[in-house]
């Protein structure tokens, strides 16, 4: 029997490099962000495209029309990936905000990426009138890799210690509120390979937790412009 080799570890400088694309849209100029990470990554999202739990192999992040009116999201985000080269089973976010000028923080082999749309914001239990309203185009998109395997209820704990960061620097940086209404995250982590420590804990004071928690702290900082 043939041995199964795993894919070599990337080094932290090239953990999470990102590809900007650009496009026209119905007459409108628009940019997208792609990590095209390869096999061996298991992703936790809250994305449209992708989400759960599972192996993904790229990350897109597209910025879309202020104006999006699209139902079929998801086959949207799916296009735009196979035409900018992806294979394979990926995560799709999307914003109204310009994704060029997405903030990035890394820790100690964790790294972040986040973009940031802040017209609609507030925290999250809102009163019930506050959700009658329909929502503007704001998000803050959040997507994270570990060098590390985790388990899945490590990957869960890593997407509560992502939020929490998340909301930290937007209280740092003078915002009274916990994000958006369409505020979403992914967490990419190594695929579990036989003789390697599978890490079970990613809260904030955790090893990994700790890390992805500053980095996701910088990368948010760098997206969201400070309130004067």
Known sequence: MTAVVPPPRPATATLLPVRQLSRFEDGER??????????????????????????????????????YRRHDPDRHLAELARQAGAEGAGVGLMTAADVRAYGHGA??????????????????????EALAAPSRPGTINIVVALPVAMTDAALVNAVATATEAK???????????????????????????????????????SLWGARLARAVHRAVRGAAPALR
């Not at 628009?30 to 999202?45: K, N, V």
């Not at 390697?196 to 990613?202: G, K, L, S, W």
């Open 107 to 128: 820790d100690e082999g964790v790294v972040a990426v986040a973009t940031a749309g802040l017209g609609v914001r507030g925290w999250a239990a809102a009163a019930p």
């Open 30 to 67: 628009l940019h997208s962000l792609l990590w095209q990470a390869g096999a061996g990554w298991r992703m936790i999202s809250s994305a449209v495209l992708g989400g759960g739990v599972g192996e993904r192999a790229w990350v897109l992040n597209a910025q879309v029309s202020h104006g």
């Open 167 to 205: 909301v930290q620097a937007l209280l740092d940086m003078g915002y009274d509120c916990s994000g958006t209404p369409t505020d979403a995250v992914c967490v990419a982590a190594r695929t579990p390979v036989d003789g390697e420590e599978v890490h079970a804990f990613a809260g904030p004071r």
